[in-house]
């Protein structure tokens, strides 16, 4: 009967059994998670809250195809082109003009050693405001000497927006191509700005045969620093507050190293938001939430905006290419 094919239905995907039984598991309500972590911080029985979630996301997408439309765009740019913003006229190699900047591909072909691979992501390649931050990068590490190289247009997204989104099989195919490509090249150490990329490759890449030493390039930078191969200089007087990522911070606990830069680049002493480290309040874009609008009335952009806002600080310092 009904009743015993829809029971039967919920063994085999618990999930659809839980969704919209209560508040929280509304279709609505799994949508404006950002995969921040901040309930497992919380949670005095550490219930893991958010893997339940990406799984019922995961469920919905990959079993009834159901998620907001924006979001699908990103998907539909994950497949066709391995980036997920749909639209952009940007290339891979659009950041590194006129710097000397080379490829895996060339530095094997001219047998020039490259001791770490600089992953540019997708934020940091094809976003204007990024692009700064990924070609100041390039040039620190050459200042300092590092023998360093690109993929360049062989680089492609991780796939973190894939799998937080819910589609878990264009997750796992980015990620197996891209362990095919930096094991291709022998990769063994991997600096990036961005800490989804970070994370991925970090936590979820072993699991396809990804093993590599991986960096936010605050760490690097920060071990250049205090290893006298880069000399800090404070450049600003103005007073500076350091935004937590919640994929470097929570997720993988970097807290010191971005504010250490931070505190040699200015002539004064960083002031912390009022919700800061493992209790850092997101910015509203991880999970996918980059791709989506959010409700007008729980704009998280927009509290945190305030929150550094109360600080008085001149400046907002920030180590993710989506905060």
């Not at 997920?84 to 590194?96: I, S, V």
């Not at 009022?274 to 996918?288: I, L, Q, Y």
Request: proline share 5%; hydrophobic share 35%.
């Amino acid at each position: 009967d009904l009743r015993g094919l829809m029971h039967q239905s919920a063994i085999r995907n618990p999930q659809s059994a839980i969704i919209g039984t209560v508040p929280a598991t509304t279709p609505e309500a799994l949508w404006s998670c950002t995969t921040c972590g901040a309930c497992m911080e919380s949670c005095p029985v550490f219930i893991e809250q958010m893997p339940k979630i990406v799984d019922m996301r995961r469920f919905l997408v990959m079993e009834e195809a159901e998620f907001p439309d924006t979001m699908q765009d990103a998907i539909t740019s994950l497949e066709s082109r391995g980036h997920p913003f749909k639209g952009t006229q940007a290339g891979r190699l659009d950041w590194a003009e006129g710097l000397n900047v080379k490829t895996l591909a060339n530095a094997a072909k001219e047998a020039q050693e490259a001791e770490v691979l600089l992953w540019v992501g997708c934020g940091g390649a094809l976003l204007e405001r990024n692009q700064k931050v990924v070609r100041a990068t390039a040039q620190l590490l050459e200042k300092a000497g590092v023998k360093f190289a690109i993929l360049g247009r062989e680089e492609k997204c991780t796939g973190d927006p894939a799998r937080r989104i819910g589609n878990e099989f264009l997750f796992e195919m980015l990620a197996k191509e891209n362990v095919e490509t930096l094991n291709g090249y022998q990769v063994k150490k991997i600096v990036t700005s961005c800490p989804h990329c970070f994370n991925t490759f970090r936590n979820e890449y072993p699991h396809f045969g990804g093993h590599y030493e991986v960096f936010h390039h605050s760490e690097f930078l920060a071990q250049l620093v205090n290893d006298g191969k880069l000399a800090p200089t404070a450049a600003t007087d103005k007073q500076v507050t350091f935004h937590d990522p919640c994929y470097l911070g929570r997720h993988n606990g970097v807290f010191g190293a971005p504010r250490q830069l931070v505190q040699i680049s200015s002539k004064r002493v960083p002031v912390e938001p009022a919700m800061h480290h493992e209790n850092g309040f997101c910015c509203g874009g991880g999970g996918g939430m980059s791709f989506v609008d959010e409700p007008k009335d729980k704009r998280v952009n927009q509290h945190r905006a305030q929150q550094l806002l109360d600080t008085g600080a001149d400046v907002v310092a920030v180590g993710c290419p989506f905060c």
